[in-house]
Structures are given as structure tokens and as C-alpha cells.
């Protein structure tokens, strides 16, 4: 009697695990399927970069000096000619002095007899020859300093000019200098040659001088905002000391950094999207390649690698209701290749099969292994260039428990 009852216990087990499995061959197995149509892939990457100002007034300091005054703040809206700061003049006062009190001496030498010329006359004027080489090679510094900036684009022609004239004026300075001491040097008796020569070598240097001093108050040469003050009163400066900038509001460009292995696939002209962060979501504006610096600098990445990095200048169409200043860090994507009305799957649908790629796909509501030829990729996705059509429907998912040929697909779309 009790095998009786484990029999019909063991046959109603069996049944229940049949129709178990009977039940969830026919439920089925629940898959994320994605309807393939035409679409677009593209590769990019992005760089960060910082806002700059296309143009701008970079102010350096043309003499040493102390800072009297800076009579403007960041922020401040200036015009063409108005004063930013004023150097101390006082070291340039005293040259003036020694200079008039010389061509005062010499003026009234040449009032009276003419005589040999005395020894401390030659050595007098040997120290004015040294004193405008001193000059000349200062001036020489500077100029080889801007005219760097001036072909970077850092200063303006006015301040390169003023610069170049003071190279000039300080060469003129040397030539009459010693032209006087020889001059001086070569007269047996003094003759009115002589001291017109000493006359005229004095004065050039004394217009020199009151050329510097005047420049003592410097001045805005364009019309814009006052940016990166970086000195204040009672500061010394030396000569090619930055002190401040002047820049034209709302006319802003990007400047990225990007690495070598990147930028032979930019072009100046190309479109590029600017991703900026607002409060509430992030902003995407078009942007374009302005230009292409031709070499690369060294760059540290964030690692503390150095990297070979290439400037690409980025412009953009200000946007309503988006502001940004200089010194914002702005994220630029390049799109760099692009395909139109294809196939895209994701790469992790794929799977090997055969010597080759496959995807499932779902098919009268079962999988079927379907092989593929894929082609263009991106960095998460692959175009199908053949084995499927458009409307034809991929199984995400190719590790899924449970899944095999003939098996009964409930979609997750």
C-alpha cells in the first residue's frame, strides 16, 4: 500500500515539473529588443578649453619703475585714451637733471675760448657713451621681448611702435655719443664742430628721456573691459612687466589644447559643439575652428604627463540668455567622421559566431542567430553593412540566461 502512495506521489511531481517547464517554454523569455532603422554614427572626442578675448590690449611696462597709481579696477568699462595707472618718473627726473646741467656747461664752454679739451671732458663723455649703450642694450631687450608678444598677438601695434621707437631713439642716442667723443678725442683746440656735435648728442638724449617721462601715465587704446590687474600702488616694476589688459566685451574665442594624435583630423572652418554649464542643464552651442596653430607646445595633463598639444582657436554666435567671460572653461566636442542613413547596433549586441560577428534577432517572436558584417565603428557603437534590413529587431543583450535558437521572445522595448 505505502509504495502505492509513493508511486502516485512520484508520477503527480513529475507531471508538475513537466507542465512547469511546459508553462515557461510557452511564457517565454523577456529580452530587450531594439528596432534597428537608418540613422547617423559619428567618432568624437572633447577637450576642454578657456575662453579668451579675440581682442585685446596686453599693457607691459616699457621702463622700471614704482606704481603711483592704478586709478582703475577689474570690471571697469574704459575708452580709447583714458588713464589706467601712472608710473613713478623720479629716477628719469634726476637723469634730466645731469643731462641739462652738462649741455648748461658745455653751452657755456663753447661761449668762450675754444681750448684743447680737458681730460675730464673725455672722461665725462666716455661715461655718456656707456651710459647710452647701457641704454641701447636695454631697449634692444625689450625690443626683441614685444616684438615676441607683438607676432603672438599679445600687445598692439601702438605699444610695439612705441617700443621699437625707443630702440630706435636709443641707437640714434649711442651713434651721437660717440660720434662726440671722438670728436672730442681727435680735436687738438676746440673748433664749433666739436661742440655741436657734444650740443646735439646731449640733446638727443634728453628728448629721449622726456619721451619716457611721458609715457609715465599709461592709457587705454581700445574701448573695453579692464582684466588681470596684476600689480598695485607702490609695486616696482621692471621693464616687460605685465600689468594689465583691456578687452573687448562679448567678442570672446575659445582656445583648446589638443593633442597631436587628434588634430591632423580638424580643419580650420569645421564645426564644432561647445557645451556650456548653466544652472539648470548643460548648453549646446555650434561653434567653428578659427585656426590651427602650426606647432605644438608641452602640455602636463592632468596625470602629470607631458603631452605634445596643438592650439586650436575656436569661435561661436553669442548665445541669448548664455554668458560667459574670459578665463570660463568651456568643453569643445569634435566631431571628426560622420556617416548618414545606416544601420547602428550597439557593439555589445554582437557576439562571435562561425569566424565572425552575429546578432540575435527575433523573428516570428523566437531568436535566431543572424551573422553580420559590420563596418564603420564608434567608440559604443558599429554599423551593420550586411545580414540585416531596416525594422529588423536585435536582442540587446547576447549573454542572456536562457537563450537559444527557436527560443520565444517577450520583447522589453
Known amino acids: 500500500m505505502k509504495n502505492k502512495w509513493k508511486i502516485i506521489l512520484f508520477v503527480a511531481l513529475a507531471v508538475f515539473v513537466l507542465g512547469f ?30 575662453v579668451t578675448a579675440a581682442f585685446e590690449q596686453n599693457i607691459f611696462a616699457l621702463y622700471p619703475g614704482e606704481i603711483l ?7 571697469q568699462a574704459v ?7 601712472t608710473i613713478n618718473t623720479k629716477e628719469l627726473d634726476y637723469q634730466l637733471q645731469q643731462l641739462n646741467a652738462q649741455l648748461k656747461s658745455v653751452r657755456g664752454e663753447q661761449s668762450g675760448t675754444f681750448q684743447k679739451p680737458h681730460e675730464s671732458q673725455i672722461i665725462s663723455q666716455k661715461l655718456l657713451v656707456e651710459q647710452a649703450q647701457r641704454d641701447l642694450e636695454v631697449n634692444q631687450i625689450n625690443l626683441e621681448r614685444f616684438t615676441k608678444l607683438y607676432e603672438a598677438g599679445a600687445v598692439s601695434p601702438k605699444d610695439f611702435e612705441d617700443v621699437l621707437h625707443m630702440a630706435e631713439s636709443a641707437e640714434n642716442n649711442l651713434a651721437l655719443q660717440q660720434q662726440a667723443l671722438q670728436l672730442l678725442e681727435e680735436s687738438s683746440s676746440g673748433t664749433a664742430q666739436l661742440y655741436a656735435g657734444r650740443i646735439e648728442a646731449l640733446q638727443a638724449q634728453i628728448e629721449y628721456l622726456k619721451y619716457q617721462k611721458n609715457r609715465n601715465q599709461v592709457t587705454a587704446a581700445v574701448n573695453g573691459i579692464v582684466g588681470n590687474i596684476a600689480i598695485k600702488k607702490n609695486d616696482f616694476v621692471a621693464i616687460g612687466t605685465p600689468l594689465l589688459n583691456v578687452f573687448q566685451p562679448r ?27 548653466t544652472k539648470d542643464e548643460d548648453q549646446v552651442v555650434p561653434g567653428t575652428v578659427k585656426n590651427i596653430a602650426p606647432s605644438a607646445v608641452s602640455k602636463i595633463s592632468a596625470l602629470g604627463l607631458e603631452e605634445q598639444r596643438v592650439k586650436v582657436t575656436l569661435t561661436w554666435e553669442n548665445a541669448p540668455g548664455i554668458k560667459v567671460f574670459p578665463g570660463y572653461r568651456i568643453d569643445a566636442e569634435f566631431t ?3 556617416r548618414e542613413n545606416v544601420l547602428v547596433v550597439p557593439k555589445t549586441a554582437l557576439f562571435p559566431y562561425d569566424g565572425g560577428d552575429a546578432l540575435w534577432l527575433v523573428t516570428g517572436g523566437k531568436a535566431n542567430i543572424q551573422p553580420v558584417k559590420t563596418g564603420f565603428e564608434t567608440n559604443r ?18 549573454q542572456l540566461e536562457g537563450l537559444q535558437e527557436g527560443k520565444k521572445i517577450v520583447s522589453v522595448e
Open 21 to 50: 517547464m511546459a508553462f515557461e517554454s510557452l511564457k517565454g523569455l523577456e529580452a530587450d529588443v531594439l528596432e534597428v532603422q537608418p540613422g547617423s554614427a559619428a567618432t568624437a572626442f572633447k577637450e576642454e578649453g578657456i
Open 69 to 75: 597709481e592704478v586709478v582703475v579696477d577689474e570690471g
Open 79 to 85: 575708452k580709447v585714451g583714458d588713464a589706467l595707472l
Open 251 to 277: 567678442d570672446y574665442e575659445l582656445e583648446v589644447f589638443v593633442l597631436t594624435s587628434d588634430v591632423a583630423s580638424i580643419q580650420e572652418g569645421m564645426k564644432v559643439d561647445l557645451i556650456i554649464e
Open 336 to 338: 571628426t567622421d560622420q
Open 381 to 398: 557603437d558599429v554599423v551593420i553593412v550586411d545580414g540585416i534590413t531596416a525594422g529588423d529587431r536585435v536582442i540587446l543583450n547576447p
